[in-house]
């Protein structure tokens, strides 16, 4: 059974940089996709960033976080980080990986229901 455990969250000012992991078990997660969603108070879930584990393809970006955050991933460790610099108050959520098992969809990436397992979640807050 596939585990996914997030760290990394906390209370930055704006501006500031967090970096969160995301440690994986149970799977050698060669063929998955791995990804980062969001959610604020009383709104949806929402897509942050994807990449496939193997590589051979760009990272997928949400248009709101392009530039500001990084997805990245370190096979030997089964550890999925996500470096967010230049943080907004409109950042703060919980922070959740995810992880999307093959066959994949291309169409599908930014979509929370594509996505098979879950971490608990982590808090991210931006204060102004």
């Known amino acids: 059974q596939v585990q996914l455990v997030e760290s990394g969250g906390g209370l930055v000012q704006a501006g500031g940089s967090l970096r969160l992991s995301c440690a994986g078990s149970g799977s050698t997660f060669t063929n998955y996709r791995v990804g980062w969603f969001r959610q604020a108070p009383g709104k949806e879930r929402e897509f942050v960033a994807a990449i496939r584990w193997s590589g051979g393809t760009s990272p997928y970006y949400a248009d709101s976080v392009k530039g500001r955050f990084t997805i990245s991933r370190d096979n030997a460790k089964s550890t999925m980080y996500l470096q967010m610099n230049s943080l907004k108050p409109e950042d703060t959520a919980v922070y959740y990986c995810?992880?999307?098992?093959?066959?994949?969809?291309?169409?599908?990436?930014?979509?929370?229901?594509?996505?098979?397992?879950w971490g608990q979640g982590t808090q991210v807050t931006v204060s102004s």
């Open positions: 995810a992880a999307d098992r093959p066959p994949l969809s291309v169409g599908q990436v930014a979509s929370p229901g594509q996505y098979d397992y």
